[in-house]
C-alpha cells in the first residue's frame, strides 16, 4: 500500500519558488515527514525533515498542514541544479526508509 | 569527507560470478541500511542493521544474498551467482538513534 502520494513530474522556471506537495493521510503520530532529492546517478540527498511544526534550513522549507495527513516542500529559488526526483517519506525513528515513485522536478531556464 | 562512502562505485561482471560490495557508514552512527534500486524506480530497501545485528531482512533478498556488518562499523553486501537482473543500483545509508538518514553514492551493478 502507498503511504504517499506525490504528483508524477512538476515543471518550474529557475529562480521561481518551486512547491512539492505530498499527501500522506495515513501517517502514524510518530513518523516524521522527510524529503529527499535524488539527481541523476548519485544516492538520495537529505533535504528537511518534521514533526508538526514548519521547518526551514538553508536548502528549503517544509508546511506540514494541521492534521498532518500532507505537506508541501519549498525551494523559495529553483536553480537549474534543483533538478531532480525528490521523495516524501513519513517514517518513525528507526524504520528504515519506504521510497514511493517521487517528483520529478524539471527547473526550466 | 565524513559522509557515508560505498565502494566500488561501479562494478561489472559476468553472470554467474560473485560480487561484494562495501559500505563504511557515518562514524556514530548505529544503524546501516542497504537499498536497491532499479532504473526509473525509488530505491526499495534489502537489510538493516543496528551495530553488528542484523534486524530486518526483505523478501527481496533472496538466498543469494548476504549481508554482514562484523564489528558494528563498515558492512559489505555479497551477491552470488550473479543473475542479468541483479543489476541495479546498490545505495547504503546510515543513521543515528535520532531521526534522519544519510545515503551513500551507491554501487553500480551491471551483469553481463
Known amino acids: 500500500d502507498a503511504k504517499t502520494t506525490q504528483p508524477t513530474s512538476m515543471d518550474c522556471a529557475e529562480g521561481r519558488a518551486a512547491n512539492l506537495p505530498c499527501n500522506h493521510s495515513t501517517i502514524s503520530g510518530n513518523e516524521y515527514v522527510y524529503w529527499y532529492r535524488q539527481i541523476h546517478s548519485q544516492g538520495p540527498q537529505y533535504i528537511i525533515h518534521?514533526?508538526?511544526n514548519n521547518e526551514t534550513n538553508e536548502m528549503a522549507s517544509l508546511i506540514i498542514t494541521e492534521d498532518r495527513k500532507s505537506s508541501t516542500l519549498i525551494l523559495p529559488h529553483a536553480t537549474l541544479r534543483d533538478t531532480a526526483v525528490y521523495y516524501c517519506?513519513?517514517?518513525?525513528?528507526?524504520?528504515?526508509?519506504?521510497f514511493g515513485p517521487g517528483t520529478r522536478l524539471s527547473v526550466l531556464p | 569527507d565524513t559522509g557515508v562512502s560505498q565502494n566500488p562505485r561501479h562494478k561489472i561482471t559476468k553472470r554467474g560470478q560473485n560480487v561484494t560490495f562495501r559500505c563504511d557508514p557515518i562514524?556514530?552512527?548505529?544503524?546501516l541500511y542497504w537499498y536497491r534500486q532499479t532504473l526509473g524506480q525509488g530505491p526499495e530497501f534489502l537489510t538493516y542493521f543496528q551495530n553488528e545485528a542484523q534486524l530486518e531482512k526483505s523478501r527481496l533478498l533472496s538466498d543469494r544474498f548476504s549481508a554482514e556488518r562484523p564489528k558494528g562499523s563498515f558492512s559489505t553486501l555479497e551477491i552470488q551467482r550473479t543473475e542479468q537482473g541483479d543489476s541495479a543500483m546498490y545505495l547504503c545509508?546510515?543513521?543515528?538513534?535520532?531521526?534522519?538518514?544519510?545515503f551513500g553514492p551507491g554501487t553500480r551493478l551491471t551483469v553481463l
Open positions: 517519506i513519513p517514517k518513525a525513528q528507526g524504520q528504515n526508509f519506504v
Open positions: 518534521g514533526l508538526k
Open positions: 562514524s556514530e552512527h548505529n544503524r
Open positions: 545509508a546510515s543513521s543515528s538513534d535520532g531521526p534522519g538518514g544519510f
